[in-house]
């Protein structure tokens, strides 16, 4: 990513949390000038401090980019610090789960052009996914501007409509909590069958780790991969009947956890 427009104006970032500071990280990595970059946080960390950012002060007049990470509970409490930007040429872009565009609107006014995103933690490394979506204020440009800064950690994808944005959620933007809680419980299985928890962590990190890189550059589909692994009659036959039966395995456990996950996200929203 290019960061020179950003950095001519700024870019203010709403909340430095888990994923807040998720994305600074991944900007930082790819070169964004910390001088560029104001952070408004109650209780910056030492960490923040040291990246050379500048925390607090007053918001700059005309910021390129507002990027709002605090939690849904938060927003009506945060975000007014930064209406002073709003209905102008500053591109909101925020990340957080449920809040719908119309709620910035109402804050920041109605000509605002508003993005909502929804990131996922492996951003902090550049291999985070984003599905995106903007307002009726938000231009071509805005989109782009907004994909850019995004895409500097990791992919992004374009939704169709508002609608997707809990389903997203669900999936992309809570998932790695269920792929790291996989890893615990994998680990945990491997100690129940005589493992030191020591090696079976190593094990349980390195196959997910592998599997996923496999899973992004394969040209089979995690179908086919499965397959791959699975002799007839063999010990991961014996594992996926468990797994894959309907209602006690994955697929029924991953439908309801998906399903709790998007419908959190319609409260949120509320
Ligand atoms: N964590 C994740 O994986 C993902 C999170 N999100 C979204 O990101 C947003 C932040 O989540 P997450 O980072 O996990 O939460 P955190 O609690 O880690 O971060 C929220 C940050 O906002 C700060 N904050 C609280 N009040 C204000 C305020 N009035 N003004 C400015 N900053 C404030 C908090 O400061 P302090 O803690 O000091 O009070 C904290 O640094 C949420 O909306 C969430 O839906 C989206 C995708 C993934
Ligand atoms: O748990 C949450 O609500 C946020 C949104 C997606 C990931 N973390």
Redesign the pocket.
Known sequence: MDFKAIEARGLVL???????GALLSGWLRQGLNPQAVQV????PSEALKATGVRIGGPVPSDAAVAVV????Q?MA??LP?LAPLGGGRTLFVS???GIRLAAYEAVLGAGTPVVRA????PAAIGQGITPIIGNASASEADLTLAEGLLSAVGQVVRLDAESQMDAVTAVS?SG?AYVFHLIETLAAAGVAEGLSPELALTLARATVAGAGALAMQSPDDPAQLRINVTSPGGTTAAALAVLMEAETGFPGLLNRAVHAAAERGRELGK
Do not use: D, F, R, S
């Open positions: 709403l909340g430095h949390g888990k994923m807040g408004i946080t109650p209780h990470a605090v939690k849904p938060k409490g945060a610090q990340v957080a789960a929804m990131p996922n933690t933007g790695p």
